[in-house]
């Protein structure tokens, strides 16, 4: 193997690969980086064998090749070469000499026989959804899921994608909450119907590495027990979870006479300013609406910390009035990855569960977004 590459491709390559490769496992090859040097191009590729990615960067190559590098070298390598343009790579006799201007270094390779045959998707795409507004849809709804050390319950550490009749709906719980987010494909065939389920944090990681693409779209593609996504130079291959996600259907409260419609950035700000005086078993906050006014009480109280009461002003006055806890925390985590200068949250009763969605003039960003949340109750 011998070619050039342009310094900032091979930093992007090494970056966008790297999201894959494994932490702690008992594989060492799965800490490794293949690098596969063919016609006018060098393939980047790792896996810890839940997700796996191939990125493709433009190479003048000499001489084709593959080897395999120690995966979080090379990333912190790449990304500290001299501000030279241009970067040469050879193999010989186990090693791969890397040179920059004048840095040159001699890295040791892993087995490449030891490497696993990664998975290409094949035939045409199941459909096509739009990068940005994937990205998006994405950010709004994993972070709802449970990390798969705090469970057992497989299902709830993942993202279920449902394609139906010309959309993509993203959906994520913990039990106690659910962020559902619906959006457009292009391509998707008539009557075609699929569920997946997706491990959360794999998906986090899609977000992250599709950030980076200039692509415009991301090609979806669907094949037995896994799934890939193409967008530009990079595949993206994903392993489905094999349980079933709860019906969330259902959960989601249709009728809710209470509407507190708000300032999205005014009352995210009350609740993180209240959330620091909120018991720490619950880091609860109370919300206290009255029909005749137009304000909203917000109060947070603990043993250790004293206590917090501000007032948000509302769009209009609720229908009736309630008063209802909630996790502080929950209430955030949706508000801000919302864009949108106004938030209605639909609510019926004390100990019934609330709905939280863009209100008013409604951003792009969050069209087709909805969050449930389930209340505190406090003795």
Request: a negative charge; charged letters at 25%.
């Amino acid at each position: 193997m011998e070619l050039e590459v342009l310094r900032e491709d091979l930093t992007f390559g090494a970056r966008t690969a790297g999201h894959a490769l494994a932490g702690k496992s008992s594989m060492p090859i799965l800490s490794g980086i293949l690098l596969r040097a063919g016609e006018g191009e060098l393939e980047l590729c790792a896996t810890d064998l839940e997700r796996a990615i191939r990125c493709r960067i433009p190479a003048q190559v000499k001489e084709a090749g593959e080897a395999v590098l120690h995966g979080q070298v090379l990333e912190q390598l790449v990304a500290r070469l001299p501000g030279e343009d241009r970067v040469t790579l050879s193999s010989a006799d186990g090693k791969v000499r890397l040179s920059c201007g004048p840095a040159t270094f001699e890295l040791l390779t892993l087995p490449t026989d030891e490497f696993p045959e990664l998975a290409t998707p094949g035939g045409d795409p199941l459909c096509r959804l739009p990068r940005g507004t994937f990205v998006q849809a994405i950010q709004q709804t994993a972070f709802a899921a449970v990390k798969a050390t705090e469970t057992t319950r497989l299902a709830l550490t993942g993202v279920n994608m449902t394609l139906k009749e010309g959309k993509l709906k993203l959906a994520a719980t913990n039990g106690y909450r659910l962020a559902v987010r619906e959006m457009e494909v292009e391509g998707l065939p008539e009557g075609v119907a699929h569920n997946v389920l997706v491990d959360a944090q794999v998906m986090t990681d899609l977000m992250r590495v599709l950030g980076a693409v200039g692509a415009e779209e991301v090609l979806f593609y669907l094949d037995e027990g896994q799934v890939h996504f193409a967008a530009g130079p990079l595949i993206y291959t994903a392993r489905l979870i094999q349980e079933e996600f709860p019906d969330f259907e259902r959960v989601i409260p249709r009728e809710n006479e209470i509407g507190l419609f708000l300032p999205r950035e005014e009352f995210l700000a009350t609740l993180r300013r209240l959330e620091i005086t909120a018991a720490e078993e619950s880091g609860a906050v109370t919300l206290k609406a009255s029909a005749s006014s137009d304000a909203l009480e917000v109060h947070s109280a603990s043993r250790e910390k004293g206590t917090g009461m501000e007032r948000i002003r509302l769009v209009k006055p609720p229908q009736r009035g309630i008063e209802i806890s909630f996790k502080a925390e929950y209430l955030i985590d949706a508000l801000r990855r919302m864009e949108s200068e106004q938030v209605v949250l639909w609510l019926s009763a004390p100990d019934r569960a609330g709905l939280l969605e863009p209100a008013g003039e409604i951003a792009p960003e969050d069209q087709g977004f909805i969050y449930v949340c389930m209340p505190v109750r406090l003795l």
